[in-house]
């Protein structure tokens, strides 16, 4: 079942509603990488009040929340502009981050926001749209069904992350 969404650009006044779509969507599916669940090392680098105004005035950044009528269900962290893997900056996105609430997995709001972000590389002129997965887990079937290819291994960062779930791959979808 696909259900209609749209994209509003982060303001000031959503701060509190993407901080809090944020910190949710992540817990439902990312609690298992972190030691007893303890998720705060992430939240404390992602969704705080500091970090999101520091975004939201990086001209670089673009970030989105994604709603379905009134609901916000989930949310987007855009780089437009960065080098990677061979590419210049001018060439290349990066999408740091796609979270969808779990109740509003599996209804199209991930094929329709890789869309909206392949809209906004098209109209920058990019050549690729890079992301980074999980190597365990669903996300990465995901990306692989939408034309996305493996180009390299990474890990999390985080040092407090669980070893073996640190495994992470960069891919690419040329544009």
């Known amino acids: 079942m696909n259900i209609d ?3 509003q650009e982060l303001t000031p ?3 509190d509603i993407y901080i809090k779509t944020g910190i ?9 990488l972190w030691p007893n669940g303890d998720t705060t090392t992430y939240i404390e680098h992602s969704f705080t009040k500091t970090i999101l ?8 950044s673009a970030l989105y929340l994604i709603k379905s009528g009134i609901d916000y269900v989930g ?3 855009i780089t437009l502009h960065k080098n990677i893997k061979g590419l210049e900056a001018k060439d290349a996105l990066y999408l740091d981050k796609i979270y969808i609430l779990k109740e509003f997995a599996g209804k199209g709001v991930g094929n329709k926001s890789l869309n ?3 809209s906004i590389a098209k109209k920058l002129s990019k050549k690729a749209i890079f992301l980074e997965s999980m190597q365990k887990g669903p996300a990465l079937t995901f ?4 034309d996305f290819d493996i180009v390299a291994e990474s890990r999390v960062p985080f040092k407090n992350v669980i070893e ?4 992470m791959f960069l891919l690419k979808k040329m544009i």
């Open 13 to 15: 006044a959503l701060h």
């Open 5 to 7: 969404i749209t994209f």
């Open 164 to 167: 073996e779930e640190k495994p």
């Open 116 to 118: 909206f972000v392949e």
């Open 75 to 77: 949310l987007l962290k």
């Open 24 to 32: 949710t969507s992540y817990n439902q599916h990312y609690r298992h």
């Open 143 to 146: 990306y692989l069904k939408n």
């Open 53 to 60: 105004e520091e975004e939201n005035n990086n001209k670089n």
